[in-house]
């Protein structure tokens, strides 16, 4: 095998290729640096879970004392309805009990 002028020798090769594999290697080195894990991945996504939880549990309880707070309401409206009819006698005493002992919020006459 012959070399001419142009043809690079073994040693400018060898220098070639070092210096390729040193570049890839700091580009890898990089993207290791930068890039996400699986347990980064699960981490966040845990944590997502958690504050989703957190806020729809908080939500859901907001929820409740309001619809409690609307029933109360209501149940009062009901109460007095009976106690209308109850001194009008269009309700005996225990035809008004008994329906004052219905749910949500059970009472007496």
Not at 3 to 21: C, F, K, M, R
Not at 36 to 61: H, P
């Amino acid at each position: 095998m012959q070399t001419t002028p142009h043809d690079p020798t073994n040693q400018e090769i060898l220098e070639a290729v070092n210096s390729y594999a040193s570049k890839m290697e700091q580009r890898m080195g990089s993207i290791e640096e930068r890039m996400v894990t699986k347990e980064d991945v699960d981490l966040a996504l845990g944590k997502f879970r958690s504050d989703i939880t957190d806020y729809l549990d908080n939500k859901f309880f907001d929820f409740r004392g309001d619809l409690v707070a609307v029933i109360r309401k209501e149940d009062t409206k009901v109460k007095e309805l009976i106690k209308v009819l109850h001194s009008k006698n269009m309700l005996t005493k225990k035809e008004a009990n008994d329906l004052l002992q219905l749910e949500p919020f059970p009472t007496s006459v």
